[in-house]
């Protein structure tokens, strides 16, 4: 079987998205009525976490032992790569060694190369560019609570980000209207901007991007190494936090979600994860379920999935 990737959303084609997502709802129910699953039994994943992670690690890891298989944990500190052996060498030693390799990590670059040497499945558990896993989960979400997405319009209020370039993919793949709500000087990528345009708009006013809107999704204003930008971005973004009286704007039956961790107080108000619109826990729950049908699909072939 040829070796797949899942570095970006652009790596599976709508079909192999779709049986990801139904299995991934499908496994969902079957661990709530108690069925227990090896198909990945005598299997393993490794992980490479270059950034810090709760719910990516706690995820795969679970997901692994829940199919029967196994996972190791690799950092930095605890290996060569944290002391200057060449990714592509890393590559092609570790692949040889377990089924599936999962990465989070800063560079997208060092990922691709990372897969280009890989003779296993590599799975982008998030880059500073792309956060593909995090999407499936919210794919998901949506579908478990309203049905197909084709046709909606979704707004992401605040920065930029790996998430946000993330949601743009998923416009294309799922074929929704994205709107982009954030300050001048933090738009997302410019080039996937252009290849979008069809269904992708930037705002400056939020209150204007969120009318009407289906599903409004934020994320932390900064992310993991932009610490020092702190105070600045809370200046930059303080007209973009989501609270009950944004998304008032939004249509009555909107869902609002949310990748953890939150910052109650900055991008969104105090209670905004308890809001009735809220499906954040159902999103986080997810990422479990999706991993799984993504692991299935990677190692076992996306015909196999139910």
């Known amino acids: ?38 198909t990945l039994h005598n299997r393993s994943l490794g992980m490479i976490f270059e950034k810090s992670s709760t719910r990516t690690r706690v995820s795969f890891e679970a997901g692994m032992t829940q199919l029967g298989g196994g996972s190791i944990f690799l950092s930095p500190r605890d290996t060569q790569l944290g002391r200057g052996e060449p990714v592509e060498d890393s590559a092609r030693v570790i692949s040889r060694m377990v089924d599936a390799v999962m990465i989070r990590t800063f560079s997208h670059e060092t990922l691709e190369r990372f897969a280009t ?11 500073d560019d792309f956060h593909p896993c995090q999407l499936l989960a919210d794919m998901q979400t949506w579908r478990e609570h309203r049905g197909s997405i084709q046709g909606a319009k979704v707004v992401w209020v605040g920065d930029g980000n790996n998430m946000c370039n993330s949601y743009i993919n998923a416009a294309l793949q799922f074929d929704f209207e994205l709107v982009v709500a954030c300050p001048e000087g ?32 934020t994320d932390v204003w900064a992310s993991m190494g932009q610490e020092e930008e702190q105070q600045k971005r809370i200046r930059d973004f303080s007209r973009y936090q989501v609270s009950p009286e944004l998304m008032a704007h ?14 109650r107080g900055e991008e969104i108000s105090e209670h905004m994860l308890e809001h009735r619109s809220s499906v954040v826990w159902d999103e986080a729950e997810n990422r479990l379920h999706a991993q799984k049908a993504l692991l299935e699909g990677l190692i076992l072939g996306f015909d196999r999935l139910d």
């Open 1 to 38: 079987m040829t070796v797949r990737h899942f570095l970006t959303l652009l790596d599976l084609d709508n079909d192999e998205l779709t049986r990801v997502l139904d299995h991934a709802s499908a496994l969902r129910r079957e661990r709530d009525q108690g069925i227990h699953r090896d």
């Open 117 to 127: 040497f890989s003779r296993t499945p590599v799975i982008n558990a998030l880059t």
């Open 186 to 217: 933090y738009e997302p990528n410019s080039a996937l901007v252009a290849a979008n345009q069809d269904r992708v708009r930037i705002v400056n006013d939020p209150g204007e991007a969120v009318r009407d809107a289906n599903l409004v999704v």
């Open 250 to 263: 939004a249509d009555r039956d909107a869902l609002f979600m949310h990748c953890l961790p939150a910052h």
